[in-house]
């Protein structure tokens, strides 16, 4: 069972820019399976509802979450995840997966489904590439070798145009 940690949520988290964006980093150090703080925010009733932070609650419940916890990142090798406790529906507590140090970024895999994956750029040595559910990767990539393969056969035609106008422009020089 998680514990979770004593002190305001200002105290341990703060919110800096990253390559990608804002992101939250932590104050202090976190043991592993640590909850951090309980994400609050706007429950949603829709099945459609979408955004760029919300939550999938299941049940057609989506959670739109308060800063600063709305900005926690992507990784493929995340420290956290989010975590609903079985007598607790509803309510989504951000945990520690391993420790994480004061200054450490605290990301979670959002594990999205492969119609809304796109690229990823959390760098971590087992990134997959895409920001994306691992059990739904092999569509992803299905599907951009099938783009790839089009825009190959595109890019065929246009290499033929350009050569029948009997020129290529001249190398850049630097
Ligand atoms: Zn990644």
Known sequence: MATMTRGTLESKVVVQETHVGKGVF??????????????TGELIHDPLYTSAY????????????????RY????????????????????????TLRPVQPGEELTIDYGWPADVAIPCLCGSKNCRGWVVDPEELP??????????????????KKAGKAASNGRSKPAATI
């Open 26 to 39: 932590a104050r202090r150090k976190f043991k592993t399976d640590a909850i951090i703080a309980e994400i």
């Open 139 to 156: 569509l992803v990539l299905e599907r951009e070798a099938k783009k790839a393969a089009k825009a190959k056969r595109n890019s065929g």
């Open 54 to 69: 919300c939550v999938d609650m299941g049940d057609d419940i989506a959670l739109e979450p308060d800063p600063p916890l």
């Open 72 to 95: 926690l990142n992507h990784s493929c090798d995340p420290n956290c995840e989010l975590f609903v406790y079985d007598d607790d529906m509803f309510r989504l507590y951000l945990v």
